[in-house]
């Protein structure tokens, strides 16, 4: 049977690998290549590349450098960030991406996901959403900054799997770097009522939280300060736990 | 040494099986010229996308009857995925029947027309890949080994000969087929780590 994944995420600002808390605050952990390399060396189950910086600088993708990046790595590779025309996306299959992450797209311009998923197939095209809990209302909702929209979460997924993605990462913004513990009433929402696979992101800080995240219906979990920051100092170390033997 | 050529239909992951071949150390081709195709040593269809895209792109470049020399010439060409799911008769995948290039007889369905409803579709991620025939294209040392599949789509041989290896999800998934000079992955070898490395270089370097 197909085996869970741990994927590793590569967060970029500005070209800079960097690791952010809460969505806030970042701390520079090196350059991005050296980081994709390492993990690809490791054998990772899969890599994630997100650049924070792109929607935000409203500029051209650099093509450039994404190449740069994927020429490093081995491993099933996902890239997101600032992705909003049907050619950028196939520009960055074409280098050799398997799947292609939209987030602020999901919510400007939903008409991007029936037609990558028509030109790709859904397993290329994943859905980021970014997930803050409301006290006062006592419900899930998304959280973005760019474009300030906030839905219902299940109701919104459930739209982007009707549209045809193919995978969704979650990400609780509150626990984003904290390494406080996944958010797993979360999961357990909203992985029964999907029949794509979820991947679940913040807070992850050990291999046991993995194992509970996966437990509780994720089919994944994608890590960046726990494969980035080592305890007590938060000393920049590349490390990575797999879920899959690779022998 | 005789070059190994990517075949270029406009899509697929080139990029990458370009580099993994590389490294294996073969002179690695990107091409679409039916004369390169045809010296070669082996031909890899690559694939990321759609079946009927796939197929468009194939006929207006008129590289299915390049496809068609290749077969006829014996030079064992080998289809990633997609790639895979091009060599045989049709696909459901597109709005219409998608017909493919009828080298390996048998349909490509949807997943969710065969899994269990509880399994997610795609399939995507790392699964243990069993081959316990021995095929020259799919030797011991490849047996129970784990690699990446991305896909929403499965191939069902007529001729269950032709299928060399399978990966359990709910059903059993055809993973590789072998007819005649034509071979086929639903994984991805060049996204496999160590286990997609042996694999390829069993492809390029075995007499098959």
Same mark, same amino acid.
């Given at each position: 049977m ?8 590569v967060l970029?600002d ?5 690791t952010?808390?809460r969505f806030?605050?970042?701390k ?5 290549l050296?980081?994709?390399r390492?993990f ?5 189950d ?8 792109a929607?935000k600088?409203?500029k051209p993708?650099n ?6 990046l994927i020429?490093?790595?081995?491993a ?7 992705i ?8 960055? &299959?074409a280098?050799?991406v398997?799947?292609?992450v939209?987030? *602020? ?10 037609a ?8 290329s095209v994943i ?11 006592g419900?899930?909702?998304?959280h973005?900054?760019?474009?300030? &929209? ?7 997924i ?6 045809g993605i193919?995978?969704?990462? &979650? ?10 513990g996944?958010?797993?009433d979360?999961?357990a ?17 050990s291999y046991?939280?993995i ?7 994720a089919?994944?979990?994608?890590c960046?300060?726990?494969?980035s920051?080592?305890?007590p100092?938060d ?6 736990k797999?879920?899959v033997?690779?022998? | 040494?005789?070059s190994i ?12 099986l370009f580099?993994?071949l590389?490294s ?6 990107? *091409? ?11 031909v890899?269809?690559?694939?990321v996308g ?8 194939i ?5 299915d009857?390049a496809i ?13 995925c997609?790639?895979m ?7 459901e ?7 493919g290039?009828?080298?390996i007889?048998?349909?490509v *369905?949807?997943l969710?027309?065969?899994v269990?409803?509880?399994l997610?579709?795609?399939?995507i991620?790392?699964?243990k890949?069993i081959?316990?025939t021995?095929?020259h294209a799919?030797p011991?040392?490849?047996h ?14 007529i001729?269950?000969?032709? &299928?060399i290896?399978?990966t ?17 992955v ?13 694999f ?9």
């Amino acid at each position: 049977m197909i085996s869970p994944r741990s994927i590793a995420v590569v967060l970029i600002d500005n070209y800079r690998a960097i690791t952010s808390r809460r969505f806030s605050s970042y701390k520079y952990i090196g350059d991005p290549l050296t980081i994709v390399r390492t993990f690809s060396d490791y054998c990772v189950d899969e890599i994630l590349i997100l650049d924070r910086s792109a929607t935000k600088r409203q500029k051209p993708i650099n093509l450039g450098f994404i190449s740069t990046l994927i020429s490093e790595c081995r491993a099933p590779v996902a890239y997101g960030g600032g992705i909003d025309t049907l050619d950028q996306a196939r520009n960055i &299959i074409a280098l050799g991406v398997e799947k292609v992450v939209l987030n *602020t797209a999901t919510l400007v311009k939903p008409h991007l996901i029936p037609a990558l998923s028509s030109e790709f197939g859904a397993q290329s095209v994943i859905a980021s959403v970014d997930i803050c809990h409301n006290t006062r209302k006592g419900k899930y909702q998304l959280h973005n900054k760019v474009t300030g &929209i906030q839905d219902d979460v299940f109701d919104f997924i459930q739209r982007l799997v009707l549209d045809g993605i193919g995978e969704v990462i &979650i990400t609780d913004v509150l626990r984003d770097g904290t390494r406080a513990g996944p958010n797993l009433d979360l999961i357990a929402q909203l992985a029964p009522a999907l029949p794509i696979p979820l991947v679940y992101k913040g807070g992850i800080n050990s291999y046991e939280q993995i194992q509970s995240c996966i437990a509780a219906g994720a089919s994944a979990t994608a890590c960046s300060t726990f494969f980035s920051l080592v305890k007590p100092f938060d000393a920049v170390l590349i490390t990575y736990k797999g879920l899959v033997k690779h022998v | 040494m005789k070059s190994i050529c990517i075949l270029d239909y406009g899509v697929g992951n080139k990029g990458s099986l370009f580099r993994i071949l590389e490294s294996l150390g073969c002179t690695v081709k990107i *091409t679409r010229n039916i004369s390169e195709l045809c010296s070669s040593s082996r031909v890899i269809l690559p694939g990321v996308g759609r079946h009927d895209v796939a197929m468009n792109n194939i006929k207006s470049l008129q590289l299915d009857e390049a496809i068609e020399s290749i077969y006829s010439s014996g030079i064992p060409l080998l289809g990633i995925c997609v790639g895979m799911q091009l060599l045989f008769d049709r696909s459901e995948e597109g709005h219409f029947i998608s017909p493919g290039l009828g080298l390996i007889p048998g349909d490509v *369905t949807h997943l969710s027309s065969s899994v269990d409803s509880s399994l997610r579709v795609p399939h995507i991620g790392w699964n243990k890949v069993i081959a316990p025939t021995h095929h020259h294209a799919f030797p011991d040392e490849l047996h129970n080994r784990y690699f990446y599949f991305a896909h929403s789509y499965m191939c069902s041989p007529i001729d269950s000969d032709s &299928i060399i290896a399978i990966t359990p999800y709910g059903v059993n998934i055809c993973a590789a087929v072998a007819r005649d000079n034509i071979y086929g992955v639903q994984f991805h070898p060049e996204k496999s780590h160590a286990a997609g490395m042996d694999f390829l270089s069993n492809f390029v370097f075995s007499s098959i």
